[in-house]
């Protein structure tokens, strides 16, 4: 099979990008460019952090600021708002310019191993209360207010230590 051909068969299988992609291909994508994704900074009034548990392959386990990877054709603003009802089960209000743009480039993997990340400052609704349907501490999208940044960081949140 040539290029030509394996791009067509990965278009057949993908004929609508923009609704996500499967894991083998978009694994194989984060080997091939830099992931593009927002992440949200949502304090309350007294000053905490809101984070979500995660368990990820690639990265390891520990809590990390709401976020995702920008899909094709779709907004910051859009991903930003998608991000805030998946993950946080709310709506948000953020800044229009990032707080911060990093980027991590892993030289010891290729699959998601390059991301180019955006922080939002963002407010969540008064009164707003985690739900945690079900989910043990420890489950991955457990959310969680924090009064400093906690111990078991994700490992790609470092660059976030400052703002947490």
Known sequence: MDTTQ?????ENAVPEPASGLPDDVFYYISRVTPMINVDLLIKDQDG????????????????????????????????????AETEVGSTVEFEPEPLSITQLIS???????????????CR???GFIPENKGLA???SGYL??????????????EVYRKYI
């Open 124 to 126: 969540l609704p008064a």
């Open 107 to 121: 030289n010891k993997r290729r699959t998601r191993g390059h991301f180019i990340s955006l922080l939002y400052k």
């Open 48 to 83: 905490r952090t809101l984070m979500a548990w995660r368990t990820e392959q690639y990265w390891g386990n520990g809590w990390h600021l709401p976020g995702g990877i920008v899909r094709f054709r779709e907004t910051l603003d859009t991903r930003i708002r998608k991000v």
């Open 6 to 10: 394996a791009i067509a068969v990965l």
């Open 137 to 139: 501490e420890t489950d």
């Open 144 to 157: 969680r207010w924090f009064s400093g940044c906690p111990e078991d960081l994700f490992r790609t949140q």
